[in-house]
């Protein structure tokens, strides 16, 4: 139960963070939006979108933490923490969108460099640099506990150097009259935007479509089930993410004595979970005899299979 508790804990730390991170964001995305259309900076306007999809993806961690947290039922018998991989499938699509448009606009305006107005520039910039250093410092200490939290932290991170080199670009317009460095600088965004949202939607789908997951090795995963004393063969594996922090197996497991099953199926669940950190798995037994008959005779006798299902989960 200390588990359960502790993880309560951090969900509902992670929910305070993010309603005020969502709030700080939203406030930002609009003063950044008054900014750049006051200072006819497109650099501006491209962090302020950047900074709206940021606040975006908070609004979704948020929702998805708090429908996370419905226990299992009837129509969703793994429970509701998918919910916060499909609310990042949405957030990144847009996320891409909107890079690929800002990235557009910045090279239409690098071939026609417009006028910027400096000062209002710099000021945003580093109000909105502030702000983000800020936001990165609140959801910090809570990065660890989920993939949604974690990409908030860095996303508001990038935000905060994306801020500074507004800066430094309104620095050097002003001085220099270097009027492209503005819509330069929109495209550099734009592309990170882009190239981080492409990552991360990889990732997502990756989950959603059952993948394996990254921390387990297949071969050494059956190398490791194969070297038990009553196991013969191992087929039929399959491994998936049910969700970020949970991970499942099924596999069919012919053992040379039948009557060993339930110590077999006991110290086989003992290594996966140990071992590659697999916390639910359902195995399918078989006695060798009957599996090399079904073998031989194919389909006709594929009754004879002595199975025991399971499905309990070891926590």
């Not at 990254?214 to 039929?236: K, P």
């Not at 998936?240 to 339930?262: C, F, G, Y």
């Amino acid at each position: 139960m200390p588990h359960d508790c502790g993880h309560h804990n951090a969900s509902h730390l992670s929910k305070k963070a993010l309603i005020i991170a969502i709030a700080i964001n939203g406030l930002l995305t609009i003063a950044q939006i008054i900014g750049g259309v006051a200072a006819n900076s497109l650099a501006l306007l491209t962090d302020a979108l950047h900074n709206a999809s940021d606040a975006l993806a908070l609004v979704l961690a948020l929702v998805a933490i708090m429908i996370g947290e419905r226990p299992a039922d009837d129509k969703r018998s793994f429970g509701y923490k998918r919910a916060e991989s499909i609310a990042a499938l949405i957030n990144l699509t847009a996320l891409i969108m909107l890079g690929l448009y800002l990235a557009g606009q910045s090279i239409h305006h690098l071939i026609a460099p417009e006028p910027v107005h400096a000062p209002i520039m710099i000021w945003v910039a580093l109000i909105a640099l502030i702000i983000d250093t800020g936001t990165a410092l609140l959801i910090r200490t809570h990065a660890h506990s989920s993939e949604n939290m974690r990409a908030a932290f860095l996303h508001n991170v990038m935000d905060a150097l994306a801020s500074l080199a507004v800066i430094l670009g309104g620095v050097a317009i002003f001085y220099k009259g270097w009027n492209w460095l503005d819509p330069a600088l929109s495209l550099v965004i734009s592309l990170y935007v882009i190239a981080h949202g492409y990552q991360a939607m990889k990732k997502t789908i990756h989950l959603l479509m059952q993948g394996t997951p990254q921390h387990v090795d297949t071969a050494a995963l059956e190398q490791t089930m194969r070297a038990h004393d009553f196991v013969v063969d191992i087929h039929h594996i399959h491994v998936w993410q049910l969700h970020e922090h949970r991970t499942a197996l099924e596999a069919h497991v012919v053992i040379s004595d039948i009557r060993q099953m339930e110590s077999v199926k006991q110290s086989l669940k003992s290594l996966l979970h140990e071992k590659f950190q697999i916390s639910h798995s359902t195995l399918e037994f078989e006695n060798k005899e009957v599996s090399t008959a079904c073998k031989e005779h194919d389909h006709d006798h594929g009754n004879e299979h002595h199975h025991d299902h399971d499905h309990s989960h070891k926590h």
